[in-house]
């Protein structure tokens, strides 16, 4: 399958990261994964984000770093594009699954950390990486990973620049589950292709409550959660499920208005 943007199967796939310079973060696709994003269509109901090469993605390219004349300004616009792509991936409608195999390390961990549901293998691991080189995290890391692991352990990860193996990982939140190395692509690719066929308004009215949550208070997602329960009910997709269940039949939400 082509690096390219593409949607199968109603799955937009996203490839962060090729073999091409050990892995690193290839900018020609994650700018054309921000375009793909945002002008999402209708029959994309999943988005699937992968490396092609060994690893997920092992962070951003540092020889080019090194490269570059003004160091400051270079990094500046690489971080401006990734975020823009981090923008719009957080943003989207749809969940997306992310297939963690090899190493996700520097922006290759952040983009873990956006996702709603990564899968990885026993040979995942994860590093910020950024102390490494003397930088600071980017592609939101400060902000993602206190979220997922609680203030204090993102501090440790952080600033020890922590390896996290596979089962540390799924422990911690960061991986959703662990199947074998050579299924990682064939089941998030399952997970992703199973939201395509299921109630996808009630999928993108779940990621509304869950990004305000954090700095909602109780009574403010009450709220939320009584306004978004009530119109679901009277959506086409909660209608057919209250309908199905009844009938004791499998919802059918495809086509629905």
Same mark, same amino acid.
């Given at each position: 399958?082509?690096?390219?943007?593409?949607?199968?199967?109603?799955?937009?796939?996203?490839?962060?990261?090729?073999?091409?310079?050990?892995?690193?973060?290839?900018?020609?696709?994650?700018?054309?994964?921000?375009?793909?994003?945002?002008?999402?269509?209708?029959?994309?109901?999943?988005?699937?984000?992968?490396?092609?090469?060994?690893?997920?993605?092992?962070?951003?390219?540092?020889?080019?770093?090194?490269?570059?004349?003004?160091?400051?300004?270079?990094?500046?616009?690489?971080?401006?594009?990734?975020?823009?792509?981090?923008? *719009?991936?957080?943003? *989207?409608?749809?969940?997306?699954?992310?297939?963690?195999?090899?190493?996700?390390?520097?922006?290759?961990?952040?983009?873990?950390? @956006?996702?709603?549901?990564?899968?990885?293998?026993?040979?995942?691991?994860?590093?910020?990486?950024?102390?490494?080189?003397?930088?600071?995290?980017?592609?939101?890391?400060?902000?993602?990973?206190?979220?997922?692991?609680?203030?204090?352990?993102?501090?440790?990860?952080?600033?020890?620049?922590?390896?996290?193996?596979?089962?540390?990982?799924?422990?911690?939140?960061?991986?959703?589950?662990?199947?074998?190395?050579?299924?990682?692509?064939?089941? @998030?690719?399952?997970?992703?292709?199973?939201?395509?066929?299921?109630?996808?308004?009630?999928?993108?009215?779940?990621?509304?409550?869950?990004?305000?949550?954090?700095?909602?208070?109780?009574?403010?997602?009450?709220? *939320?959660?009584?306004?978004?329960?009530?119109? @679901?009910?009277?959506?086409?997709?909660?209608?057919?499920?209250?309908?199905?269940?009844?009938?004791?039949?499998?919802?059918?939400?495809?086509?629905?208005?």
């Amino acid at each position: 399958m082509s690096s390219e943007p593409v949607v199968v199967d109603g799955v937009l796939h996203l490839t962060i990261a090729t073999a091409a310079a050990g892995t690193s973060l290839d900018f020609e696709l994650i700018n054309a994964g921000t375009a793909a994003l945002r002008s999402l269509g209708d029959e994309v109901g999943a988005i699937l984000i992968t490396g092609a090469g060994a690893n997920f993605c092992a962070g951003g390219n540092v020889r080019h770093f090194a490269g570059a004349d003004d160091r400051g300004a270079f990094l500046h616009e690489l971080a401006t594009q990734l975020h823009d792509f981090v923008r *719009a991936l957080t943003a *989207a409608p749809v969940p997306v699954v992310a297939a963690v195999h090899g190493w996700a390390a520097g922006a290759g961990m952040s983009l873990v950390c @956006a996702a709603d549901i990564a899968i990885g293998g026993p040979s995942t691991q994860m590093r910020p990486a950024y102390p490494g080189i003397g930088f600071t995290p980017d592609g939101g890391m400060s902000w993602s990973l206190p979220r997922i692991v609680g203030a204090g352990r993102a501090r440790e990860i952080l600033l020890t620049d922590a390896v996290i193996g596979a089962e540390q990982a799924e422990r911690l939140g960061l991986l959703s589950r662990i199947v074998p190395d050579d299924e990682i692509r064939t089941e @998030a690719l399952r997970v992703a292709t199973g939201f395509t066929t299921g109630p996808r308004a009630a999928y993108t009215a779940m990621k509304k409550l869950l990004a305000q949550s954090p700095t909602a208070t109780l009574d403010q997602q009450l709220d *939320a959660e009584r306004d978004s329960i009530a119109a @679901a009910a009277n959506s086409s997709t909660g209608r057919e499920g209250v309908d199905a269940f009844v009938a004791k039949r499998k919802p059918d939400y495809a086509n629905l208005a």
